[in-house]
Every structure is written in structure tokens, then in C-alpha cells.
């Protein structure tokens, strides 16, 4: 659908859909263009919508590729009935999406303290920032090791995830230094799989630890990054303290972010 003839607000910039990938029912990716002046920190979330009646419907979208990258990647969910996403799980390649002009978020390397090892810990499209940084070489040059864990209802909804990590090893930026340095860790909580469990059941019982063969939290040399519902972040956060972390901010860099993955 083109939306050349119409006049767009100065916040948003009409950008075309290169690629579309529909992994489950539920979930989805597209990449589209990148416009020559956008700029954004890997992590950072952005408004991306469409034209419906003649307005822009936005919504806000991790970006889940990395600051290099000439395209931009999101990881989306199809809402039933959801007013932006009933219709932007529709798209294809050719089209034509909105994305705003200002990118934004805490979930970026500048807001944690220099550290020795990085948790990401991600739920359903949570993963999305996570995308970003796992290809960004600033993460592997401020960190020694990084753990990706994402967790899913069923064991489908992990494939985004595992088929991103099986691709760091021919990534052109991230290649050599990904294999060696990242650890993935997926659990589902609704089928059987090799690791079974909410994220914060995993490590409070140290079972997560115990898995990766590492010691638990601490607050000297880990730093954290968090991304799910409100009620995951709140749960997380709880554990992650408890072992001393402080949030950061960009403001305020700290040991542990925290970002919604959507709003309830
Ligand atoms: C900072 C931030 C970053 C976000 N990044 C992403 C992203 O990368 N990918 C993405 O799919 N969504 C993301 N979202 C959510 C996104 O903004 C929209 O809510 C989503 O696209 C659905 O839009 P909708 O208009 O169809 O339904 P909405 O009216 O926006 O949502 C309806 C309901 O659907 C549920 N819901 C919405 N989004 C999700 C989700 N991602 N996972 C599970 N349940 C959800 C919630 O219960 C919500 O109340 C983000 C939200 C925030 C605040």
C-alpha cells in the first residue's frame, strides 16, 4: 500500500518492506529499508506502524538488527484482533510501513557499568533487542562472555532465536568472535524440552548456573539486561538485586536494564 500522495507527520518517515518471514501463527519478521539518516544504538526500540484511514497507527518495535546493518529487522507478534498488528502481519515485500524518526531505549551497552560477563534474559519477542547486540561487535569488544537466554511458551516460538544464534557463526562482523564468547540458553514452560521453566524458576533454584556449568550472579562482574511482560521484568529484577546489582539508566549506567517487551 503506498502512502506517497499523502502528507505524513515529521516523526515518522515511509520506509519499504524488503522481507517477510512468518515463523509461527503467532509471530513474524520483516525487514525493511533503512533510511541514509537514521541512526540508532543497537538495542534501541523505535515507533513503526502504518498508514489506517489516513492516520499513522505506530506501535513501538526493538529494532532486532545491529546498528551496523543497512536494513532494519523486527520481530513482531500477531495480537488477534491487535489494532496495528491484525494488519501489519499482512505486509509484504513492496510495501510501504512507517517507521518513526526518533529511536530510543535502555536496553543498550552504555547503560551498564563495564563488566566481565552479560545476561540477556529474554521472553517471547523480547529476544528482539537481544538480536541487535548479539550482532554488534561493541558487545563481544565489553564483554568476555555473554549469555542469551529466551524463553517460550512452545518449542516453535524459539525458532527466531535459535536460527539467528546457528547464524552468528557466518555473521561478517561478529563471526570469528561470537561462537567462542556466547552461550545460548532456551526454555519453554508449556511442552517438554531439554530445559523446562520460567526464567526466574531457573535461577533462583540455580538450575540455569548448574546448566551453563558457571557460578550464579555477582554483582562484580555480571551485568544484566532484562526484556518480557511487566510481571517477567518485576520477578527478574527481584533475583537480579537480590544477588546486588543496581539499575542503570542512560544517565546513570549501572549493573542491571530493564525494558518491556510490550505494555499490558
Ligand atoms: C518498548 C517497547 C518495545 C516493543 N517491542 C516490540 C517488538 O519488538 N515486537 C513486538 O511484537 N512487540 C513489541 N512491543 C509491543 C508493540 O508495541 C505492540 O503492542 C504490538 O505490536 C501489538 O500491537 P497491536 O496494536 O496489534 O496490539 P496492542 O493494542 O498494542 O496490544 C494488545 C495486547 O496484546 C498483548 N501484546 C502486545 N504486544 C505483545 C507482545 N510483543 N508479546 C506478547 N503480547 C503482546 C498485550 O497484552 C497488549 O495489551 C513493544 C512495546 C514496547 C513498549
Redesign the pocket.
Known amino acids: 500500500m503506498g502512502v506517497e500522495n499523502l502528507v505524513l507527520p515529521n516523526s515518522v518517515v515511509q520506509v519499504r518492506v524488503e522481507s517477510v518471514r512468518h515463523w509461527t501463527d503467532d509471530v513474524f519478521s520483516l525487514r525493511v529499508t533503512r533510511p541514509v539518516s537514521f541512526r540508532f544504538r543497537s538495542g534501541e526500540?523505535v515507533m513503526l506502524g502504518l498508514l489506517v484511514e489516513g492516520r499513522p497507527?505506530l506501535?513501538?518495535?526493538?529494532i532486532?538488527s545491529p546498528a551496523w546493518d543497512d536494513g532494519l529487522d523486527?520481530?513482531?507478534?500477531k495480537?488477534k484482533d491487535?489494532?496495528?498488528?491484525?494488519r501489519?502481519r499482512h505486509v509484504k515485500p513492496g510495501d510501504d510501513v512507517l517507521l518513526g524518526r526518533k529511536p530510543t531505549?535502555t536496553l543498550v551497552l552504555d547503560a551498564l557499568k563495564p563488566g566481565h560477563r552479560l545476561f540477556l534474559f529474554s521472553t517471547?519477542?523480547g529476544i528482539?533487542?537481544f538480536a541487535s547486540l548479539v550482532r554488534d561487535p561493541e558487545t563481544y569488544e565489553k564483554f568476555q562472555q555473554i549469555v542469551l537466554t529466551h524463553t517460550c511458551r512452545r518449542v516453535a516460538d524459539l525458532e527466531y532465536g535459535a536460527k539467528l544464534v546457528a547464524g552468528l557463526a557466518s555473521d561478517p562482523l561478529v563471526g570469528e568472535v561470537a561462537p567462542a564468547h556466547l552461550t545460548y540458553y532456551a526454555s519453554v514452560t508449556r511442552e517438554d524440552y531439554v530445559h523446562t521453566g520460567r526464567i526466574t524458576s531457573l535461577i533462583e533454584s540455580g538450575r540455569l548456573f548448574r546448566d551453563l556449568g558457571v557460578a550464579g550472579l555477582d554483582s562484580v562482574g555480571d551485568r544484566v539486561m532484562i526484556c518480557g511482560?511487566m510481571a517477567m521484568i518485576s520477578d527478574t529484577r527481584t533475583l537480579v538485586e537480590a544477588a546486588g546489582l543496581e539499575e542503570g539508566s542512560n544517565a546513570a549506567p549501572g549493573d542491571y536494564v530493564v525494558?518491556?517487551?510490550?505494555?499490558?
Open positions: 526500540f497507527l506501535r513501538a518495535y526493538s532486532a523486527f520481530y513482531s507478534i495480537v491487535g489494532p496495528l498488528t491484525s501489519l531505549g517471547g519477542t528482539a533487542p511482560s525494558e518491556k517487551a510490550f505494555a499490558d
